[in-house]
């Protein structure tokens, strides 16, 4: 049965104080991956995606550009977008923390948790990372021996002392830990989970909400002197977009609460310690899940500016095409897991799990049915044990990506497809469909089908992944528009005979790595 009801996914919002990086593209095509396959999996989904545009990281970065926050702002959040576009990311919107129905919200919770008793006023002195935005008790920070102090993540940490709102975080300590454990799923995966919770365990102090020492944020309402600490107002732009606190007719209402918030592990405690107790006080429904991926390593070394070795995601997908580098990232790296990529892994997947793989299975089958089969798609005959066996594993694929991605585990699901390719692959050279051209070809016509419509399966399948390459792939077999979804899947699909096909086109070309003069 297809499940039609709402799917609301989303990715972390990016600062756009500077240009996007692979780790942004990264969390940016899992997603999309995610949403694409709730998608043709029957969901009504909604995906957004956005820039978190507030802050003191981004006014003192734009300072020392010589523009304004906003200009800066502007600049870049156009790059994440069309980031989103060069991805083929499926957002269905894109908020931006400077738009005036996200400033109308978060004044909204803020309001609704100091109804609720939640916040006071007082002064916070403390150490701050302007690098993180997060605050930091003096014993997650150390004192290096180049006299700097470092928070917890490796960024340096200054004394900030302050008129301040304050959250009752501390009075949440209980309740959070209740639903952590009510709800073994609310986060993701199994060592962030053990991380948080033992954060938590360690005592929750009241947060700091509210800055005076600059202005580039959302007025707190009442009081323009003070503005939202950033994170109060990013974390509600997951609210923001789907209206839900302003109007419960809005169409879009009925997607709170989110089904999974997709974050880097980095900023697992915001969503999985702050955001809960902020909806808790607003007493407004938490997202279902949050789960944290890990980071992109080059060569197994950090990406940072001064090692030079950031990635463009552009110059990436100019080199490698668009869907080989959306697979490798996927395939490669196990979605919650740091990973580590390089041109030579990159070049290596595409080679074996695509050129050779799929791409060579579609060309051979194709080609020998535009050949030998009157350029139709054949009649199936009595089938065999190989291939009902054949057949029984691609059917099964559905349930089993359905459930891996059900868990976000993208690179479990993928291996699963790519598993059936290699399967395909054994069948068909042991069939030898060559030989029975002369022996037995009505039997050669059945073991063509039969591989034929598992590269159908695999296309369908693909799509979330790769979704111009397997469009292209689908064309190959003449699948029509209403026949690529999964309700398509299996028997309910299967290919038609008779329909004519055309030559194959390759879909996925080998990568031949440039020569270094
Ligand atoms: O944290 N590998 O923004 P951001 C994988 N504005 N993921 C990475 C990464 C890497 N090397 N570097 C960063 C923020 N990310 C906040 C979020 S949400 C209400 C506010 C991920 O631009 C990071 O973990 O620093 C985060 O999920 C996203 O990119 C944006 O990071």
């Not at 605050?135 to 920070?141: H, L, R, S």
Request: with cysteine.
């Amino acid at each position: 049965m297809t499940d039609k009801t709402p799917f609301y996914i989303t990715t972390a919002i990016a600062y756009p104080n500077g240009k996007p990086h692979i780790g942004h593209a990264y969390e940016l095509i899992a997603t999309d991956a995610m949403a694409r396959f709730e998608r043709l999996d029957g969901r009504d989904v909604f995906f957004l995606t956005g820039t978190d545009e507030h802050g003191q990281k981004m006014q003192q970065t734009a300072r020392a550009e010589g523009l304004t926050a906003q200009q800066l702002a502007d600049r870049n959040s156009g790059e994440f977008q069309a980031m989103g576009k060069l991805l083929n990311a499926s957002n269905d919107d894109f908020i931006r923390t400077t738009q005036a129905r996200h400033h109308e919200t978060s004044r909204n919770i803020w309001n609704l948790m100091a109804d609720a008793g939640d916040i006071y006023k007082d002064s916070y002195a403390g150490w701050y990372s302007v690098r993180d935005e997060a605050y930091y008790q003096e014993n997650e920070t150390e004192l290096r021996a180049d006299g700097v102090r470092y928070g917890p993540q490796g960024t340096p940490v200054e004394w900030v002392q302050e008129e301040s709102y304050f959250f009752k975080l501390s009075e949440y300590q209980d309740r959070l830990l209740k639903h952590y454990e009510e709800n073994p799923d609310f986060i993701g995966p199994a060592e962030r989970r053990n991380e948080v919770i033992s954060f938590v365990k360690s005592g929750l102090k009241d947060l700091s909400i509210s800055r005076t020492t600059f202005d580039w944020g959302i007025k707190v309402p009442n009081d323009p002197a003070h503005v939202m600490y950033v994170w109060v107002d990013a974390l509600t732009n997951y609210i923001t977009a789907t209206g839900y606190i302003e109007d419960r007719n809005n169409p879009r209402a009925k997607y709170w609460p989110a089904d999974v918030h997709i974050i880097g592990k980095d900023i697992i405690r915001f969503h999985a310690v702050y955001w809960p107790a902020f909806l808790m006080s607003a007493k407004l429904p938490l997202p279902k899940r949050v789960y944290a991926h890990g980071f992109l390593l080059n060569k197994g070394e950090k990406m940072s500016k001064s090692l030079g070795n950031v990635v463009d995601p552009v110059n990436l997908v100019n080199h490698f095409g668009l869907d080989q580098v959306r697979y490798f990232f996927l395939r490669e790296v196990s979605f919650g897991q740091d990973g580590s990529y390089s041109e030579e892994a990159i070049g290596t997947r595409i080679n074996s799990d695509l050129a050779n793989g799929i791409g060579n299975l579609a060309s051979r089958s194709l080609s020998m049915i535009v050949k030998n089969c009157d350029g139709k798609i054949p009649e199936r005959g009595e089938l065999t044990e190989e291939d009902k066996a054949l057949l029984a594993q691609a059917d099964a694929l559905l349930a089993s990506t359905r459930e891996d991605m059900g868990k976000q585990l993208i690179h479990r699901a993928l291996a699963s497809i790519i598993a059936v390719v290699s399967e395909s692959d054994r069948y068909f050279a042991s069939q030898e469909p060559w030989a029975l051209k002369k022996t037995d070809p009505a039997r050669m016509a059945t073991v063509l089908y039969v591989t034929a419509d598992v590269v159908r399966q695999i296309g369908i399948l693909l799509q979330p992944f790769m979704p111009e390459s397997s469009a292209k792939l689908l064309d190959l077999i003449a699948i029509p528009a209403d026949k690529r979804d999964f309700a398509a899947l299996g028997e309910a699909g299967r290919l038609v005979p008779g329909t004519p096909l055309e030559a194959p086109k390759p879909v996925f070309p080998r990568y031949v790595a440039p020569v270094v003069e």
